[in-house]
């Protein structure tokens, strides 16, 4: 359960990179400051509620919680409080399988139909490794429940939901060949769990724990039942604001205002290996500093869980880059509940982000948080007051525009707000703050137009990111 396809204006697909190196005791202390007013700032206007850990060569550089674990009870939300993180869990069921492998009790070739009662044919030209890298073609049962929808909410509260998802996919062929292709699946991690059952010879919970959280430390960890509501579990929240309540969102809002809506949980009846793991920030790090390897997991272990497969997924992490860096991470959606995780080896950091706020723009957050830390540009959080414009005034925006980069920009005209396309790479709503200045959500930045002496725009400015994209019209001004 990772983040999905979320609507046009709150899509976030950008990273942007400056290396710097490592920084003085003063020069952290200037970060976590600078860290603490970023995320005050994004709480203030009601888009975070959460915690955020740091860490960085073995110390930690920043941690601390904001908002709230309960909002009608206003009890804080603090780095202690338990959260649902989803397909983070696919973290330490990946490692549970890599663990029985090195234990001589499976082979990653091996069909998972040696493991698995009722295994329909299709499934027998499939491996472990096949699941623990998401190339199974076993169809992902999300896909068709619309995460976040009320049908999803409504089926994944019955305490027979993973019976149901695992009766549902014997049923159904295969997307594609096994190895074929990278397609993700949660239903192929909900199966993985099933295999390290067997495996085993215990339930997969009890295997976990006691292998790997356990020797871990993280002692404030574990696995939802049904009905099982561990304690000091932060409530999921979504917003009752509307896409369309841009007016709202951009002014910004108190999270005790009335403007949040509680979620209920979801049964996630074991085992669950793709979404089933509560834990906290601490613990999360105490995860990472076990993914660096040694008596938990080994180096060989870890070097083999970091090597990418199809579409850079190795075994529960992406892998990739990120800041010119080299950058393992995952994160994990479920209603109410965001979470990221990242790693920079080379920098020996880890910045991890967990909000109980569905609707947070966590990647943009993430952006800008690894932005602080090594020393690249970002921007504070983009407040202000939506206007209406004019016909007359939009005119005057309308048109084709070429970035410094070449490529073709054009801003259009959709029935409820001006849009920004570039062909191929976006097309994005942009909400007026005045005639020539707009909130961009696609970015969480701003547009801006330069207007020639006639009023008409001869230049616009997309900033997001913490840097400027600029781009002129292409034919010229009018007189």
């Known amino acids: 359960m990772t983040l999905q396809r979320l609507p046009l204006f709150l899509c976030l697909l950008f990273c942007f990179c400056m290396g710097a190196p490592f920084p003085t005791a003063a020069q952290s202390t200037d970060r976590a400051a600078a860290l603490d007013r970023y995320l005050a700032r994004q709480t203030e206007l009601g888009r975070f509620s959460g915690a955020v850990l740091i860490a960085e060569k073995g110390r930690i550089l920043f941690r601390r919680g904001y908002g709230f674990a309960d909002v009608e009870a206003k009890i804080p939300y603090t780095p202690e409080t338990r959260h649902a993180v989803a ?9 549970a399988a890599l663990k029985l492998r090195d234990q001589g009790k499976l082979k990653l070739e091996d069909s998972i139909c040696t493991y698995l009662a009722e295994c329909p044919e299709t499934w027998k030209p499939v491996t472990i490794q096949h699941l623990m890298r998401h190339t199974s073609g076993i169809p992902d049962y999300e896909e068709k429940l619309d995460i976040g929808s009320d049908a999803y909410l409504e089926f994944m509260k019955q305490p027979g939901a993973t019976a149901k998802i695992m009766a549902d996919a014997r049923k159904l062929p295969l997307d594609f060949k096994p190895g074929e292709k990278f397609n993700y699946s949660n239903t192929g991690y909900i199966l993985l769990s099933l295999v390290v059952e067997k495996a085993a010879g215990k339930p997969f919970v009890e295997y976990v724990t006691e ?3 356990k020797p871990a430390g993280m002692t404030q960890s574990g696995f939802f039942g049904a009905g099982r509501i561990p304690k000091n579990l932060a409530n999921g929240y979504t917003h009752k604001l ?16 009335g403007h949040l809506k509680k979620l209920p949980q979801l049964a996630l009846t074991p085992p669950a290996g793709d979404a089933g793991l509560y834990t906290t920030v601490d613990d999360l790090y105490r995860w990472s500093q076990v993914m660096d390897g040694g008596k938990v997991i080994s180096a ?21 880059k990120g800041f010119n860096r080299k950058r393992m991470r995952h994160d994990g959606f479920l209603p109410g509940y965001i979470s990221d995780f990242v790693k920079f080896p080379d920098d020996q950091t880890t910045i991890i982000a967990v909000s109980n706020l569905e609707r947070v723009r966590l990647r943009t957050v993430m952006r800008d948080l690894t932005a602080i830390v090594f020393g690249a540009p970002y921007d504070m959080p983009v407040q202000g007051k939506m206007v209406q414009l004019t016909e007359a005034q939009t005119g005057q925006l309308l048109g084709e525009y070429q970035t410094t980069q ?34 961009f959500p696609l970015g969480d930045g701003k547009v801006t137009f330069t207007l020639d002496g006639a009023g008409r725009a001869v230049k616009v400015n997309l900033r997001y990111g913490g840097e400027d994209h600029l781009a002129e019209r292409k034919e010229p001004s009018k007189p």
């Open 87 to 95: 397909s983070l869990t696919k973290m330490v069921t990946s490692a």
């Open 211 to 213: 292998t790997l959280l």
């Open 242 to 257: 509307g896409d369309k309540d841009w007016g709202q969102l951009l002014e910004g809002f108190s999270l005790t205002a």
């Open 300 to 320: 060989a272990e870890v070097a083999e869980i970091f090597t990418p497969g199809l579409d850079g997924y190795g075994y529960g992490w992406f892998v990739g």
């Open 406 to 439: 070449g490529k073709l920009l054009v801003v259009g005209q959709d029935p409820d707000y001006l849009t920004a396309e570039i062909k191929d790479q976006f097309k994005a709503g942009l909400i007026p703050l005045s005639p020539t200045e707009f909130y």
